[in-house]
Nanobody, 122 residues
Framework: QVQLVESGGGSVQAGDSLRLSCAYTGTIVCMGWFRQAPGKEREGVAAMAYTNFIDYVDSAKGRFIISRDYLKKTVTLLMNNLKPEDTAMYYC???????????????????WGQGTQVTVSS
């Protein structure tokens, strides 16, 4: 059973940075971050399987950085230059069936954390 626990959400001003962290159990190749704003569909933000296999949604490119610590079993999302449209509940997710080259924000993820709220005010 995979367990995912997010932390690091909060309320910030536009232009600020925020770091989300997710601690997980098990050996997982593909990890991702997703978000869901009220009234909107869930959106994949970033996915990562080793250093050479990283995928970002267009709106996150150049602002967000996903990273992993395989020893500590954590995945982090550093969000820079935050915008009000980044306001959402952010979820960490694990894709157990993915190989590194198929780890994408659009792929199917099997396990989800409880979510952490990010609110960006203008």
């Amino acid at each position: 059973q995979v367990q995912l626990v997010e932390s690091g959400g909060g309320s910030v001003q536009a232009g600020d940075s925020l770091r989300l962290s997710c601690a997980y159990t098990g050996t997982i190749v593909c990890m991702g971050w997703f978000r869901q704003a009220p009234g909107k569909e869930r959106e994949g933000v970033a996915a990562m399987a080793y250093t050479n296999f990283i995928d970002y949604v267009d709106s996150a490119k150049g602002r967000f950085i996903i990273s992993r610590d395989y020893l500590k079993k954590t995945v982090t999302l550093l969000m820079n230059n935050l915008k009000p449209e980044d306001t959402a509940m952010y979820y960490c997710a694990a894709n157990l069936g993915s190989s590194p080259d198929t780890c994408r924000t659009s792929s199917d993820f099997d396990y989800w954390g409880q979510g952490t709220q990010v609110t960006v005010s203008s």
